[in-house]
């Protein structure tokens, strides 16, 4: 009976580690050093957005290492990042070197006053499939009506991620009719682990759309 327990309680174990919903996945990764979507620089289409947006309340969620929370602060942003993931946070605290900017939190239990901008880079294709509704709902509560989502999508057919690539289609389900999409092009970035299947997009919110 006490090795059934213990099989039960390493398979529970093993699951989890394979979870990318949990905050466990992510710190394995970290710890290890396996971090294959870390461009280690600021990407140039989120540069080039951001030298046009005006000083605002900026969120990124999921932040990463935090190359981008950085360089939006240098430029007198006032951002926020967030990260469930505690070895996440530690690597970004070095990159950043600025704790006011940095909170260990879960970005689908954020409740706060809507931002200009929220920063997608790498979150949602994250993201098990199935948590994909609430990131759209999420997304749709935190941008003031008039603000924009940016960032990198990962179209692609890969079920068995991270990254869980989509299809325009879905994205389009996930955003609208809250956002409408104002720029789309293809992402010049070129992480192997994307292989050019991103693309840098732009959508605003609607001043009409409930949450």
């Known amino acids: 009976m006490p090795d059934a327990c ?10 989890m580690a394979q979870d990318s919903s949990l ?6 990764r970290y710890q290890q050093g396996v ?13 080039a957005f951001a030298e046009e947006q005006p000083r605002g309340r900026v969120l990124v969620p999921g ?5 981008e929370v950085r360089w939006l602060a240098e ?22 070197g600025n704790d006011s900017l940095l909170r260990e939190a879960d ?16 979150l949602l294709c994250a993201l098990p499939p199935r948590t994909w509704a609430d990131w759209g709902a999420q997304m749709a509560r935190l941008i003031r009506p008039g603000g924009l989502l940016a960032g990198y999508f990962f179209h692609a057919d890969t079920p068995k991620g991270p990254p869980f690539g989509l299809h325009d289609t879905r994205l389009q389900q996930l955003l609208e009719p809250g956002f409408r999409r104002i720029d789309d ?6 992480l192997p682990i994307f292989s050019g299947r991103e693309r840098w997009q732009v959508w605003q919110r609607l001043d009409n759309a409930s949450t």
């Open 6 to 15: 213990a099989r039960s309680a390493e398979r529970t174990q093993k699951a």
């Open 23 to 28: 905050a466990d996945f992510w710190d394995t």
């Open 35 to 47: 971090t294959p979507w870390d461009a280690g620089q600021v990407p140039v289409e989120f540069a």
């Open 63 to 67: 932040c990463g290492s935090g190359y």
């Open 75 to 96: 430029r007198g942003h006032a951002v926020s990042a967030i990260d469930f993931s505690p070895a996440a946070i530690a690597v970004a605290r070095q990159v950043i």
């Open 107 to 122: 970005f689908f239990a954020l409740d706060e006053p809507a931002y200009d901008w929220i920063y997608e880079r790498a």
């Open 185 to 190: 092009r293809p992402s010049g970035t070129g």
